[in-house]
């Protein structure tokens, strides 16, 4: 990892063999690695998730009989995980809209106390 790529802050779930396919799982560190690099991704590979709050995307990983997401947020300094599931309906369920509209927002809640407290200390 170069010291110009953002780290990876993983809020919820894993990429793992299993439940991941070994194919599957080397395709999302390869997609993961490229947004580190600052990369955009588009479609096919991700695609833009506004239900859940700005610069929030999803990866789009196809398993053997699983198709599984990564829904992920594009921080400054960071790519956020907010979650990691697999697909089973045509829509993303509300549900996990919504755990990630939350942990993206303890997220930022942390970041930006986080900073008030180092200006504090200066």
Not at 37 to 48: F, K, T, V
């Amino acid at each position: 990892m170069s010291p110009r790529d953002k780290p990876l802050v993983w809020l919820c779930g894993a990429v793992t063999t299993p439940p991941f396919g070994q194919a599957a799982r080397v395709e999302a560190g390869f997609l993961l690695r490229r947004l580190q690099r600052g990369e955009s991704l588009a479609l096919p590979h991700s695609r833009p998730m506004p239900d859940v709050g700005p610069a929030c995307h999803e990866l789009r990983i196809v398993d053997r009989s699983v198709t599984w997401r990564i829904m992920y947020h594009m921080a400054a300094d960071a790519i956020v995980i907010l979650d990691v599931f697999a697909k089973k309906t045509a829509a993303t369920p509300k549900g996990i809209i919504t755990e990630c509209r939350t942990r993206l927002a303890d997220f930022q809640r942390v970041v930006k106390n986080q900073k008030g407290e180092r200006r504090a200390r200066r």
